[in-house]
């Protein structure tokens, strides 16, 4: 079992990256690939840069070159759904690209040939039991009270659902009413997690989860200060969650070993 992990900018996975046992460090498609373990797994972590198309080269080079054999995207995103907060943690169980449509050829939304708009997320349940137990029992300590409460945040809820991704910043309220309307079930919106999960898929169902902290509401401007918010409060949630899941997968891997 080797895990790969990505987030899609350098601060996303700096809480990764500072707690792995670096092994070796190798420079491919201008990016930086870091193989070693981490929670007693087989890791190997990449910072892909923003958008679907980074996300996606990143992913198949994790699993086609560094031959991961799962995949987590961890980052932030901006929230759809009313009830989501910032510091809000969403598990995708399912994810779709919002800006995708070669209609009249194609049903919107659907990727031309493959026959689906939708790709699952394998590991949701286990990151779902990841989350829960992080913010239940180490979030107080990575983040104090009176650090989250600076980002109007206390305890985080957890929810699982659908992700929705497209190429652009969903910072305009009438687009994020567009995307509600035409797609009511989507949780939150960011800019990679529909391509991780797509070329999972099709690279042999390599079975993924994708973590996201909810940075900001998809529509005014951006209520906290984005970089502050990032570095103080989502790396250790997503980082914590993700090192949790890390632990889970590697020692259900271990109890089939024996
Ligand atoms: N404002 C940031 C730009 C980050 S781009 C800056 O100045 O550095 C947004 C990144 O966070 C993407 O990787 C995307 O996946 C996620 N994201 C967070 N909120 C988002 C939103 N409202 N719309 C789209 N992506 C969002």
Redesign the pocket.
Known sequence: MKIGILG??PEEIAFLGSRMGLERQTRMAQRDFLEGTWEGASVVLAYSR?GKVSAALTTALLIGTFRATHVILT????ALDRALRVGDVVIADRLMQHDLDASPLFPRYEIPLLGRSTFPCDLADSALTAAHAYIAEDFRRDVPPERAAAFGMSRPNVRRGLIVSGD????DPAEGARIRGDLPEALC????GAAVAQVCYEMGNVPCAVIRVI??D?GHS?AVD??RFVRDVAEFLTGGIAARLVQSLHEEASRQDV
């Open positions: 899609a900018m923003i980052g932030v995103a901006g652009q910043f969903l910072d919106v960011e800019m990679e940075s900001d998809a951006a984005f970089t």
